[in-house]
């Protein structure tokens, strides 16, 4: 079956640094994976979308990777702020227009 | 901006009630996705219309879970009887995709469920 596998432990990094956060996929590469923003009590927010021709795409302080050797995308949010504290959901196309999802990942960025 | 409208916000409910939820995607998105998170772990689909016609409900326990959108517009998810385990998030989501190709899908804020 198609799998997200994101870091169930929470990340906790201190502003000004580098976040990074890991979203692993099982089978065959998708044609995108996507990424979201959701904070607590809240729906997912859309951030980025990455396909599977792409290696790399960006937005603002966003970067997202694809690797499809390792079968594994990063997140990256540079110079990261206490306002980008909150969960990140990575998600595959798992066929007709349907997304799975990750269990997500906590970022905590203190001052 | 345009937003999916879900309602009600947060519903109490006894065990074996019956429980409803509605969404209003955003106008023109063909596309409309439940998806069901429980705390801590990501967003589930339980059921994917494709304007009125049901594309995905592999997930749905139809023994208890049932959904339509009969005009292809706006969509209501029922669950009747509720049980402990229902207690979650049920989001809506929808899109402007028809495709193959999954563009990014807009949610809303969510309707939480608590059964007692």
């Known amino acids: 079956s198609q799998k997200i596998e994101q870091n169930s432990e929470a990340l906790n990094i201190q502003e000004g640094k580098t976040a990074t956060l890991t979203c692993n996929y099982t089978?065959?590469?998708?044609?995108?994976l996507q990424w979201y923003r959701q904070d607590p009590g809240r729906g997912p927010v859309f951030l980025l979308l990455?396909?599977?021709?792409?290696k790399e795409k960006r937005k603002e302080r966003l970067k997202v990777t694809f690797d499809t050797t390792l079968k594994q995308s990063l997140f990256h949010i540079t110079a990261s702020q206490p306002a980008d504290s909150a969960t990140y959901l990575c998600?595959?196309?798992?066929?007709?227009?349907?997304?799975?999802f990750g269990a997500g990942t906590r970022l905590a960025v203190h001052p | 901006e345009a937003e999916v409208a879900q309602s009600p916000r947060y519903k109490i409910t006894e065990k074996s009630q019956a429980v409803a939820f509605w969404c209003d995607p955003i106008?023109?998105?063909?596309?409309l996705y439940w998806y069901r998170q429980i705390l801590g772990q990501g967003p589930e689909l339980l059921v994917q219309?494709?304007?009125?016609?049901?594309?995905?409900d592999s997930q749905l326990p139809k023994d208890r879970f049932s959904a339509e959108r009969l005009k292809g517009v706006d969509s209501t998810l029922k669950i009747q009887p509720a049980e402990l385990g229902d207690s979650a998030m049920y989001l809506c989501?929808?899109?402007?995709?028809?495709?193959?190709?999954?563009?990014?899908?807009?949610f809303g804020e969510g309707s939480r469920l608590t059964v007692l």
């Open positions: 989501a929808s899109s402007p995709s028809t495709g193959k190709n999954t563009g990014e899908l807009f």
């Open positions: 089978n065959y590469s998708p044609a995108y």
């Open positions: 990455i396909r599977e021709n792409e």
């Open positions: 998600a595959r196309g798992g066929g007709y227009n349907k997304l799975i």
């Open positions: 106008s023109g998105h063909a596309t």
């Open positions: 219309f494709q304007d009125e016609s049901v594309v995905d």
